[in-house]
C-alpha cells in the first residue's frame, strides 16, 4: 500500500485482527482499500473502526459503519477520479462533499458502508468535520426527529409490504396486477426515504468539528484483518485515550461522539 505523507513503521508490531468477519462486513472495506491503494491514497483505520479491531480484535457490533481516514492533500489531485471509482464499484452508491466520501451498500444493508473521512492541516494538527443530530430542544432538532421517524415509517413492514415481502397475491392475472402496483409503491417509498429524508435529515445536522497533534497520522502500524493489510496511527493506545478517554477499554453502547469524544472542538 503506498502512503504518501502518511508511512507505515514495519518495525512496530502489526495489530492482528481475530475476527472472524462475515463477507457482508469486509466486502465494501475490501473494495474501497483497493481503489485507494490503486490511486496511491494512504489511509488508516480510524474512530469506531479502531477501537473495535484494536480492543476487541473485531468491528464493534453496533457500529453503522467502518471509518477510514486519508489525509486531504493526498486527495486532492485524483478526487474526481477516485469518486469515478467508487462510484462503479458494484453494490455500492457514493455520496461525497468536501468533507468525506461516503460509500453505501446498494441495496440498502446488504453491506456494512464504508465512511472515508478527509483531514486537513491547521499548524501542527489534523482537523475533519463530522456532522452531528442537532439540539433535540431547538425547533431544527424537532424537525430533524420528524424527518428520521418518517425514514423509519418508509423501511420497516409498511415498504415491506408494498414491496410484496410476505404477500400472497396469488397467480391470477388480478393477483400479478396487485402484486407489480404494490412494488411500485415501495419502490416510490424508498426512493423518498433515499432521495429526499436522507439528504434532509443531512442537511438539518450540524457540523461537529475534530482536531488532534497530526503526527497520529504521520507514522502507521500494519493491521492484518482477514486477507486486507490496513494501517492504523502508530501510537494507537495514546490516540484511543484521546478520544475515548481513559476507560476506551470498556465497551459502551451509548456513547455519543460530539458529547464525549476528546477530539471534539469545544467552544
Known amino acids: 500500500m503506498s502512503h504518501g505523507r502518511a508511512r507505515i513503521d514495519k518495525s512496530l508490531a502489526a495489530i492482528q485482527a481475530a475476527g472472524p468477519f462475515s463477507e457482508p462486513e469486509i466486502y465494501l472495506l475490501r473494495e474501497v482499500v483497493r481503489v485507494l491503494d490503486e490511486l496511491g491514497v494512504a489511509c488508516w483505520l480510524d474512530q469506531g473502526a479502531l477501537l473495535g479491531i484494536f480492543r476487541d480484535g473485531r468491528f464493534i457490533p453496533w457500529d453503522a459503519d467502518i471509518?477510514?481516514?486519508?489525509?486531504?492533500?493526498?486527495?486532492?489531485?485524483?478526487?474526481?477520479?477516485?469518486?469515478?471509482?467508487?462510484?462503479?464499484?458494484?453494490?455500492?452508491?457514493?455520496?461525497?462533499?468536501?468533507?468525506?466520501?461516503?460509500?453505501?451498500?446498494?441495496?440498502?444493508h446488504q453491506y456494512l458502508p464504508i465512511s472515508i473521512h478527509r483531514h486537513f492541516h491547521r499548524g501542527r494538527k489534523a482537523v475533519k468535520l463530522m456532522k452531528r443530530a442537532p439540539d433535540a430542544r431547538s425547533f431544527r432538532g424537532i424537525v430533524y426527529r420528524a424527518v428520521l421517524s418518517l425514514g423509519r415509517l418508509l423501511v420497516m413492514?409498511?415498504?415491506?409490504?408494498?414491496?410484496?415481502?410476505?404477500?400472497?397475491?396469488?397467480?391470477?392475472?388480478?393477483?400479478?396486477?396487485?402484486?407489480?402496483?404494490?412494488?411500485?409503491?415501495?419502490?416510490?417509498?424508498?426512493?423518498?426515504?433515499?432521495?429526499?429524508?436522507?439528504?434532509?435529515?443531512?442537511?438539518?445536522?450540524?457540523?461537529?468539528?475534530?482536531?488532534?497533534?497530526?503526527?497520529?497520522?504521520?507514522?502507521?502500524?500494519?493491521?492484518?484483518?482477514?486477507?486486507?493489510?490496513?494501517?492504523?496511527?502508530?501510537?494507537?493506545?495514546?490516540?484511543?485515550?484521546?478520544?475515548?478517554?481513559?476507560?476506551?477499554?470498556?465497551p459502551r453502547e451509548d456513547w455519543t461522539y460530539w458529547e464525549e469524544d476528546g477530539a471534539v472542538t469545544r467552544g
Open 67 to 108: 471509518d477510514l481516514s486519508v489525509w486531504d492533500e493526498d486527495v486532492r489531485d485524483v478526487e474526481s477520479l477516485l469518486r469515478k471509482r467508487l462510484s462503479s464499484l458494484e453494490k455500492a452508491r457514493v455520496d461525497s462533499n468536501f468533507y468525506m466520501f461516503r460509500v453505501n451498500s446498494a441495496p440498502h
Open 157 to 250: 413492514k409498511p415498504a415491506d409490504m408494498a414491496l410484496g415481502h410476505g404477500t400472497r397475491t396469488g397467480t391470477s392475472h388480478p393477483g400479478r396486477f396487485v402484486s407489480r402496483m404494490m412494488g411500485i409503491v415501495g419502490r416510490i417509498l424508498l426512493w423518498i426515504r433515499a432521495s429526499i429524508g436522507v439528504r434532509l435529515g443531512e442537511y438539518l445536522q450540524v457540523t461537529c468539528e475534530m482536531s488532534v497533534d497530526a503526527r497520529y497520522f504521520k507514522r502507521l502500524r500494519p493491521v492484518i484483518l482477514a486477507d486486507l493489510r490496513l494501517a492504523a496511527p502508530a501510537e494507537t493506545e495514546a490516540y484511543l485515550e484521546l478520544k475515548y478517554g481513559p476507560d476506551w477499554r470498556t
